[in-house]
């Protein structure tokens, strides 16, 4: 029987879109601000010519795995990758103009995971738990470069 999780996880921040649209896909500089590392498999790649389809490597710090391209859109990134038939995921990072923060952003992550195991990722069970911390501590480090790179413009 396939199963079901989701996780969503949004953050406001003191940055305009375009600061955290360009830090977000500026993958050759996240060792300097992230956690996490994602990078085109075909390394010569930019990120606004990757198309669906194509491979990335992920290490997302509680996990490495290659995932594909599914949506590289002007608003929107999204992967889908994992160990299937036991759990698949997909990975979807979006920004918009927030309607609570003045001239800010609103971040959003979101992940529809299916499979054998995913009663695992579920809230409460230790991996949703751990997905959580880890999606919540990446939009952490993304509002604080963002907001870092916004004050150094003014």
Do not use: C, Y
């Not at 050759?28 to 790649?45: A, D, L, M, Y």
């Not at 002007?74 to 103009?97: K, N, Y």
């Not at 003045?102 to 971040?107: I, S």
């Not at 949703?128 to 604080?144: D, H, I, L, P, T």
């Amino acid at each position: 029987m396939d199963q079901k999780a989701s996780l969503v996880v949004e953050v406001e921040i003191d940055a305009p879109v375009q600061v955290v649209k360009s830090l977000f896909k500026d993958f050759p500089r996240f060792p300097e601000w992230s956690s996490w590392s994602i990078e085109p498999v075909v390394s010569s790649k930019k990120v606004d010519d990757l198309m669906p389809m194509e491979k990335m490597k992920v290490d997302v710090k509680d996990a490495k795995l290659t995932a594909t391209l599914i949506r590289n859109d002007p608003d929107v990134f999204e992967w889908e990758g994992g160990l299937w038939p036991l759990v698949t995921g997909r990975h979807e990072f979006s920004w918009r103009a927030s309607t609570k923060t003045p001239g800010g952003t609103t971040f959003t992550q979101r992940e529809n995971w299916h499979g054998l195991i995913v009663f695992l990722w579920k809230p409460g069970w230790i991996i949703g738990r751990s997905a959580k911390r880890n999606f919540e501590g990446f939009s952490a480090e993304v509002k604080r470069e963002a907001e870092r790179r916004a004050a150094a413009m003014q």
